[in-house]
């Protein structure tokens, strides 16, 4: 489906005012995260993966072993998100959950030897995407950078908002 930009609807400050559906950067990112994820879904399918669990094992191959609290935080989601994705990635026996023994509090997550053996079948996965897309190695980079900088930008303002 193509982009529809009618200009006729534009005002004066062009798509920084307009309330067109494909103006709206938010849109934007939201078009594009489904289709990048649409796009991983076979090379994952082939892993048994979904998406969310692929990107929690790949915090574990970066980091080994780790809490449930730091990965929440690598991955910027919530305690209730991840803890039915560690539970999923426990019972197709990928990860291991348990107690840390200084602080009973804290959950450690860790790969197993078949989540450890996983990396090894998903290391073609960053370069199909990349084939699969048609970016090349400096776009990744460049786009990449951008929306770092957009998320930094936009938690900046959602922590000053909670702040208040």
């Known amino acids: 489906m193509g982009r529809v930009t009618p200009q006729d609807d534009r005002d004066?400050?062009?798509?920084?005012?307009?309330?067109?559906?494909?103006?709206?950067?938010c849109f934007a990112l939201y078009a594009a995260q489904r289709a990048v994820?649409?796009?991983?879904?076979?090379?994952?399918?082939?892993?048994?993966?979904?998406y969310p669990q692929y990107l929690v094992l790949?915090?574990?191959?970066?980091?080994?072993?780790?809490?449930?609290?730091?990965?929440?935080?690598?991955?910027?989601?919530?305690?209730?998100?991840?803890?039915?994705?560690?539970?999923?990635?426990e019972g197709a026996g990928l990860?291991?959950?348990?107690?840390a023994a200084g602080d009973e509090r804290s959950v450690l997550i860790a790969c197993t030897g078949r989540g450890a053996e996983l990396k090894e079948r998903a290391a073609h996965v960053p370069g199909a995407?990349?084939?699969?897309?048609?970016?090349?190695?400096?776009?990744?980079v460049r786009l990449r950078e951008e929306l770092w900088g957009l998320t930094e930008r936009a938690t900046m303002v959602a922590d000053r908002r909670r702040a208040y």
């Open 129 to 140: 995407l990349l084939t699969t897309t048609g970016l090349g190695a400096q776009e990744v």
């Open 12 to 25: 004066d400050k062009g798509a920084a005012g307009s309330l067109l559906l494909d103006d709206q950067l």
């Open 95 to 99: 990860v291991r959950r348990e107690r």
């Open 37 to 50: 994820t649409a796009a991983y879904r076979p090379l994952l399918d082939d892993l048994g993966l979904t």
């Open 58 to 89: 790949l915090v574990l191959w970066e980091h080994g072993e780790t809490s449930v609290k730091e990965l929440a935080r690598a991955l910027r989601l919530d305690y209730g998100t991840v803890s039915p994705l560690l539970k999923r990635l």
